[in-house]
């Protein structure tokens, strides 16, 4: 079913759990996280990075509330890392219930402003609004920051930032990175901490792929309410596709889907166990 971002966070700060959102480009992956989260019976966020929806268009939208409204499980259907105001327009007139406003390359003030605008916007809209404070390294999507550009989220700075630009989930920075942890993941708790005790929105944590099943329940304790997962995603689809091209003959179409569809099916079913999200829905 079609679910209100809101109602999402909100249940998972009243479980003492956190949502996976995982990111998706087809029809393959959307099945993959819908079936794994009915199979699981948990609550699901599909993610579109801004460059899934600039290559899906509406149609890739539509595709994704189509399948929401026939879940049997919350669904909700979010925009991530948005920096581009046409682009969150354009989301949220398709029908998004949730957008990651990104202005963490900007200054503060400038970040501030930038974020305030957007939320205006999509509140208007109905929809809820993440927003990052800090800059994460790593790279996603043809998106890469330079390890020199990464900065930690402030916590009295953070709790300035939700009073004022009125979000309602804030994304930090705690040493978390995107795509793979190329060395053992190091993050700073008693920085998370602090911000759990400063701010009161529900908090998020970009970079779940390969984090150990501690620091996430951790992260859980602390006040994350929602984690991002893509690098796996991706992977699974890449390893499932390969595989099946190497297999002697010819291979049939529908049959390198399902493989696909499979792989990455598991990928989700693994995470939302760890993120506590398993048999939260009735």
Do not use: W
Not at 85 to 111: C, F, K, Q, R
Not at 255 to 273: N, P, R, S
């Amino acid at each position: 079913m079609l679910t209100s971002t809101t109602a999402l966070l909100q249940g998972a700060v009243a479980g003492d759990y956190a949502i996976g959102a995982f990111n998706v480009y087809n029809l393959e992956g959307v099945r993959a996280v819908i079936s794994a989260a009915e199979v699981h019976r948990s609550p699901v966020m599909l993610q579109l990075h801004p460059g899934a929806l600039q290559h899906g268009g509406v149609g890739l939208v539509a595709l994704c509330l189509a399948a929401a409204r026939a879940a049997t499980v919350p669904v909700t259907v979010h925009l991530d890392h948005s920096s581009a105001p046409a682009a969150i327009h354009d989301g949220l007139e398709a029908g998004i219930t949730s957008v990651m406003v990104d202005g963490s390359h900007l200054a503060y003030e400038d970040n501030l402003a930038f974020t305030q605008t957007m939320t205006e916007l999509a509140h208007r809209h109905h929809a809820v609004v993440e927003a990052e404070l800090g800059r994460l390294t790593g790279t996603e999507d043809g998106l890469t920051v330079p390890e020199y550009e990464a900065k930690f989220t402030d916590p009295a700075q953070a709790a300035d930032f939700v009073a004022r630009t009125g979000i309602d989930a804030l994304a930090v920075c705690i040493g978390n990175v995107h795509g793979r942890y190329r060395s053992e993941p190091r993050l700073d708790f008693d920085r998370l901490a602090a911000i759990h005790r400063l701010v009161s929105v529900p908090l998020v944590l970009h970079g779940a792929s390969g984090l150990p099943e501690a620091m996430v329940q951790q992260a859980i304790t602390l006040g994350v309410r929602k984690f991002n997962v893509n690098t796996e995603i991706r992977e699974a689809y890449i390893d499932a596709l390969r595989v099946g091209l190497q297999a002697p003959g010819t291979p049939d179409v529908l049959d390198l889907m399902g493989q696909a569809e499979k792989a990455m099916q598991h990928v989700v079913a693994t995470k939302l166990q760890l993120f506590l999200a398993v048999n939260t829905v009735s």
